[in-house]
């Protein structure tokens, strides 16, 4: 590892200390350690906070259960929105490019007081939004669409937790220079640096976006504005909510690759493919937001489709690239590990009881397959009028960012405990499980919010039944059975959520110590030596027959479920 | 590994994998595919969303939607103003133009339409932003204040069909709703 021999030589500066870790070899600096620490706990808290008011919600769709009045429903929806997307994702992403950058690279991390100081800031933000939100006149959905209007504090509270996150992003785009000068490493950065670098550029533009809207929005909350347009706020608005997925995106496929290589030893099968197929969503993303706009009054159809597709779909390609490259690395690093033994063995046999690698792999199956799908045939044109602003719409998104994104870093989170915080995990029996749960619980709120969403049920809606509303509507049995079943999905992957909360902060304050000589991590990490050959394939007889099998059926999902959209679409009434 | 430095340090120059290779040129294919299916669909389908909008003070389209039901009142046989949950039922002209007010909390007037008939729908809001949804055919579309939005739009089946207001509108918005009669 001459990456920690060079940083041995040159990284030593006045003010930092160190540390090896036993069990990675990373050298870590200990500011670095510390700013991990306290947004990682930061996050887990919003996600408690957030998570709980996703399961209140869910119950309160549940016709036969409607737990909360209106009222609460659409408060506490807001500040599901706010506490799960905006909180407890952006926090745990400053400590995943802390990580990425510090970590990985054995550097000091830059200007620590700085990143003290942005961490402050979203705290403050993130806070006061649920003060606002919690207040009862910021109930406007974390989107707040004009005219709409909540109280100021409401947008002051995002812009500071916005300014916060550019400055720690900024702070991990000066640590990467510092590596760089300090010569920490050897050669081009690691993969899963280079995913990072993607995540902080994108969000640098997306932060931007966020000021560009939020403070014209605030300052007409202030009264100081008089008029803000409702179709340019969407189209602005988005450009940062969107956009914003693409950092989440780009984070939790860095911590596939990431986890893959910890614990398992995958290497890429092609730095070059891996790292363009990264390079794709920064180029081909940044004015997605029209996907958002293609049920709205005003742009016109080329713009519509020029935009949601960027004439090939190149974002979608680069995600499909991973889809193939993540397994693909996994199954040669396991074919190495011996397990060789027809198409599957190596998943089979993958350590399934390592939560880190179930939840990462499970991230990734339900990513593809619901969360990605679903969000081509929803972006695509004509096909979003199916479904636009149906329940249908949260489905696809707790594809994505709940059964991907968030199951990913929880995946991520059971290595950072025995790695940063040097405690080991508490409770391996429940930790096992964890994943699981919380997986099938997140995939059947999904795929039940879409199926109702199909049948027509509104998104952010307190009641299907229509009950007070002027003119009745009986939606289908079959929608309300759906709703049902999202309800006990929701319980489930509260119960997995809880889980989770519970064996991280317990491992934290109680779990085993392991920076005393001799300790062992429960859930292994790779280990090298037991490889049963050092090299698997060469580029021209590498033989991944399993992950081809997976694309495969990938593939023809995808296909079939984007035309039986449009089979459907063509049975509608007819407009244009 | 995915976390140290690529091994090879000319990682730029390495050939791309067969299988690599060949899953990014059918990705790449499909990406192109879809994107042309959209343009297709201009042509071949009939379902594309208009996008005939023209920009309208909320008040002034309010009027014009007063006009528009006044003056195409439905009315009974025995002469009495047809009327469903105390909201007038409007006949527009086949062909014709036909409007509805989204405001808070409902789709003002109930539209009559002829199955198999065009009619130009105008869609405006006259206060917050709401969500057309019209059920069970599932056909959704946004409403902003200011925008005047025209879809022709031509009913292929009969019936009393529901719209639900689908984007929030404050705390009446699960009372939003409209009606749209298609008769034979
Ligand atoms: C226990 C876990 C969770 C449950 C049961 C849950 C459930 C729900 C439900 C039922 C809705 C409301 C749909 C509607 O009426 O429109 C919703 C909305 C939403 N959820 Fe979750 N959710 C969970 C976790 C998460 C997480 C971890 C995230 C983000 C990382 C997330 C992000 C969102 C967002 C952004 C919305 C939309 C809010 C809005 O429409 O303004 N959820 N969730
Ligand atoms: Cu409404
Ligand atoms: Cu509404």
Same mark, same amino acid.
């Given at each position: 590892?001459?990456?920690?021999?060079?940083?041995?030589?040159?990284?030593?500066?006045?003010?930092?200390?160190?540390?090896?870790?036993?069990?990675?070899?990373?050298?870590?600096?200990?500011?670095?350690?510390?700013?991990?620490?306290?947004?990682?706990?930061?996050?887990?808290?919003?996600?408690?906070?957030?998570?709980?008011?996703?399961?209140?919600?869910?119950?309160?769709?549940?016709?036969?259960?409607?737990?909360?009045?209106?009222?609460?429903?659409?408060?506490?929806?807001?500040?599901? !929105?706010?506490?799960?997307?905006?909180?407890?994702?952006?926090?745990?992403? &400053?400590?995943?490019?802390?990580?990425?950058?510090?970590?990985?690279?054995?550097?000091?991390?830059?200007?620590?007081?700085?990143?003290?100081?942005?961490?402050?800031?979203?705290?403050?933000?993130?806070?006061?939004?649920?003060?606002?939100?919690?207040?009862?006149?910021?109930?406007?959905?974390?989107?707040?669409?004009?005219?709409?209007?909540?109280? $100021?504090?409401?947008?002051?509270?995002? =812009?500071?937790?916005? %300014?916060?996150?550019?400055?720690?992003?900024?702070?991990?785009?000066?640590?990467?220079?510092?590596?760089?000068?300090?010569?920490?490493?050897?050669?081009?950065?690691?993969?899963?640096?280079?995913?990072? =670098?993607?995540?902080?550029?994108?969000?640098?533009?997306?932060?931007?976006?966020?000021?560009? &809207?939020?403070?014209?929005?605030?300052?007409?909350?202030?009264?100081?504005?008089?008029?803000?347009?409702?179709?340019?706020?969407?189209?602005?608005?988005?450009?940062?909510?969107?956009?914003? $997925?693409?950092?989440? %995106?780009?984070?939790?496929?860095?911590?596939?690759?990431?986890?893959?290589?910890?614990?398992?030893?995958?290497?890429?099968?092609?730095?070059?493919?891996?790292?363009?197929?990264?390079?794709?969503?920064?180029?081909?993303?940044?004015?997605?937001?029209?996907?958002?706009?293609?049920?709205?009054?005003?742009?016109?159809?080329?713009?519509?489709?020029?935009?949601?597709?960027?004439?090939?779909?190149?974002?979608?390609?680069?995600?499909?690239?991973?889809?193939?490259?993540?397994?693909?690395?996994?199954?040669?690093?396991?074919?190495?590990?011996?397990?060789?033994?027809?198409?599957?063995?190596?998943?089979?046999?993958?350590?399934?009881?390592?939560?880190?690698?179930?939840?990462?792999?499970?991230?990734?199956?339900?990513?593809?397959? =619901?969360?990605? /799908?679903?969000?081509?045939?929803?972006?695509?044109?004509?096909?979003?009028?199916?479904?636009?602003?149906?329940?249908?719409?949260?489905?696809?998104?707790?594809?994505?960012?709940?059964?991907?994104?968030?199951?990913?870093?929880?995946?991520?989170?059971?290595?950072?405990?025995?790695?940063?915080?040097?405690?080991?995990?508490?409770?391996?029996?429940?930790?096992?499980?964890?994943?699981?749960?919380?997986?099938?619980?997140?995939?059947?709120?999904?795929?039940?919010?879409?199926?109702?969403?199909?049948?027509?049920?509104?998104?952010?809606?307190?009641?299907?039944?229509?009950?007070?509303?002027?003119?009745?509507?009986?939606?289908?049995?079959?929608?309300?059975?759906?709703? !049902?079943?999202?309800? /006990?999905?929701?319980?489930?992957?509260?119960?997995?959520?809880?889980?989770? /909360?519970? =064996?991280?902060?317990?491992?934290?304050?109680?779990?085993?110590?392991?920076?005393?000589? !001799?300790?062992?991590?429960?859930?292994?990490?790779?280990?090298?030596?037991?490889?049963?050959?050092?090299?698997?394939?060469?580029?021209?007889?590498?033989?991944?027959?399993?992950?081809?099998?997976?694309?495969?059926?990938?593939?023809?999902?995808?296909?079939?479920?984007?035309? %039986?959209?449009?089979?459907?679409?063509?049975?509608?009434?007819?407009?244009? | 590994?995915?976390?140290?430095?690529?091994?090879?340090?000319?990682?730029?120059?390495?050939?791309?994998?067969?299988?690599?290779?060949?899953?990014?040129?059918?990705?790449?294919?499909?990406?192109?595919?879809?994107?042309?299916?959209?343009?297709?669909?201009?042509?071949?389908?009939?379902?594309?969303?208009?996008?005939?909008?023209?920009?309208?003070?909320?008040?002034?389209?309010?009027?014009?939607?007063?006009?528009?039901?006044?003056?195409?009142?439905?009315?009974?046989?025995?002469?009495?103003?047809?009327?469903?949950?105390?909201?007038?039922?409007?006949?527009?002209?086949?062909?014709?133009?036909?409007?509805?007010?989204?405001?808070?909390?409902?789709?003002?007037?109930?539209?009559?339409?002829?199955?198999?008939?065009?009619?130009?729908?105008?869609?405006?809001?006259?206060?917050?932003?709401?969500?057309?949804?019209?059920?069970?055919?599932?056909?959704?579309?946004?409403?902003?204040?200011?925008?005047?939005?025209?879809?022709?739009?031509?009913?292929?089946?009969?019936?009393?069909?529901?719209?639900?207001?689908?984007?929030?509108?404050?705390?009446?918005?699960?009372?939003?709703?409209?009606?749209?009669?298609?008769?034979?």
């Amino acid at each position: 590892m001459t990456t920690i021999d060079q940083g041995a030589l040159n990284g030593t500066r006045a003010g930092t200390s160190w540390r090896a870790c036993r069990f990675s070899g990373l050298r870590i600096e200990s500011s670095a350690e510390a700013l991990i620490k306290v947004n990682a706990v930061a996050a887990v808290l919003f996600l408690a906070l957030g998570g709980l008011m996703g399961l209140m919600v869910a119950l309160t769709r549940w016709p036969a259960v409607q737990l909360l009045p209106a009222e609460w429903f659409y408060l506490v929806l807001t500040g599901h !929105g706010a506490n799960v997307l905006l909180f407890w994702i952006i926090f745990f992403e &400053i400590a995943v490019l802390y990580f990425a950058s510090a970590v990985i690279l054995g550097s000091r991390l830059a200007a620590p007081k700085i990143a003290w100081f942005a961490f402050l800031l979203m705290v403050v933000g993130a806070v006061m939004a649920n003060y606002a939100v919690l207040r009862g006149d910021s109930t406007v959905m974390f989107t707040s669409y004009p005219p709409m209007m909540a109280s $100021q504090w409401f947008y002051l509270s995002l =812009i500071i937790f916005a %300014v916060g996150a550019l400055i720690a992003v900024f702070v991990f785009f000066a640590t990467l220079v510092v590596a760089k000068n300090e010569r920490t490493y050897d050669g081009s950065v690691p993969l899963v640096t280079f995913g990072a =670098i993607t995540a902080g550029i994108i969000a640098v533009f997306t932060l931007a976006s966020g000021a560009i &809207i939020l403070i014209p929005t605030w300052l007409w909350s202030l009264g100081l504005i008089t008029n803000i347009d409702t179709l340019m706020y969407k189209v602005v608005w988005w450009g940062m909510g969107h956009s914003s $997925q693409q950092i989440n %995106v780009s984070a939790h496929v860095s911590i596939w690759y990431a986890i893959g290589a910890m614990v398992v030893g995958a290497k890429p099968l092609s730095e070059k493919v891996s790292r363009m197929a990264f390079f794709m969503y920064i180029l081909f993303l940044q004015l997605a937001s029209a996907h958002h706009i293609l049920a709205e009054p005003g742009m016109s159809s080329s713009w519509k489709i020029v935009n949601t597709s960027y004439m090939m779909y190149l974002a979608v390609m680069g995600s499909m690239i991973h889809g193939l490259t993540v397994p693909g690395a996994i199954e040669a690093a396991q074919r190495r590990n011996g397990f060789t033994r027809g198409a599957f063995e190596w998943l089979t046999k993958a350590p399934w009881g390592n939560p880190a690698f179930a939840g990462m792999f499970l991230s990734l199956v339900m990513f593809g397959f =619901i969360g990605g /799908i679903s969000g081509v045939v929803l972006g695509t044109e004509q096909l979003n009028v199916l479904m636009h602003n149906t329940i249908y719409v949260p489905g696809h998104f707790h594809g994505t960012v709940v059964a991907g994104t968030t199951l990913a870093f929880m995946a991520m989170t059971y290595l950072v405990v025995p790695l940063i915080f040097q405690r080991d995990i508490l409770w391996p029996g429940l930790a096992k499980w964890q994943p699981f749960v919380f997986g099938i619980g997140a995939g059947g709120i999904s795929l039940f919010m879409m199926g109702a969403g199909t049948l027509g049920v509104a998104r952010r809606h307190w009641d299907m039944s229509l009950t007070d509303a002027a003119h009745a509507y009986e939606f289908p049995a079959a929608a309300y059975l759906m709703m !049902g079943l999202n309800g /006990i999905s929701a319980i489930m992957a509260a119960v997995g959520g809880v889980m989770f /909360i519970v =064996i991280v902060v317990g491992s934290i304050l109680a779990g085993p110590r392991l920076d005393q000589p !001799g300790a062992k991590l429960t859930f292994p990490l790779h280990d090298k030596s037991r490889e049963a050959v050092s090299e698997y394939g060469s580029h021209a007889t590498l033989k991944l027959p399993g992950t081809l099998i997976l694309v495969g059926i990938f593939f023809a999902c995808f296909i079939l479920y984007y035309f %039986v959209n449009w089979k459907y679409l063509s049975e509608l009434w007819l407009f244009n | 590994m995915a976390i140290h430095p690529p091994s090879n340090r000319l990682w730029w120059k390495e050939p791309i994998h067969g299988i690599e290779l060949a899953w990014i040129v059918i990705a790449f294919l499909w990406g192109l595919f879809m994107f042309f299916f959209m343009i297709a669909w201009h042509f071949i389908g009939q379902q594309n969303l208009s996008n005939e909008t023209y920009k309208i003070k909320p008040e002034v389209y309010a009027e014009r939607v007063e006009a528009f039901a006044a003056e195409f009142q439905a009315v009974a046989d025995d002469g009495t103003p047809l009327e469903e949950d105390g909201v007038p039922v409007v006949r527009p002209p086949v062909g014709g133009d036909a409007y509805i007010l989204a405001r808070l909390w409902e789709f003002w007037p109930i539209l009559e339409l002829k199955k198999g008939e065009s009619y130009r729908i105008h869609l405006s809001s006259a206060d917050w932003q709401h969500g057309f949804s019209l059920q069970p055919t599932n056909i959704n579309i946004s409403v902003h204040p200011g925008y005047e939005h025209i879809i022709t739009l031509t009913p292929t089946e009969s019936g009393s069909f529901g719209i639900v207001c689908n984007e929030f509108c404050g705390i009446g918005h699960h009372t939003m709703t409209g009606r749209i009669r298609i008769v034979d």
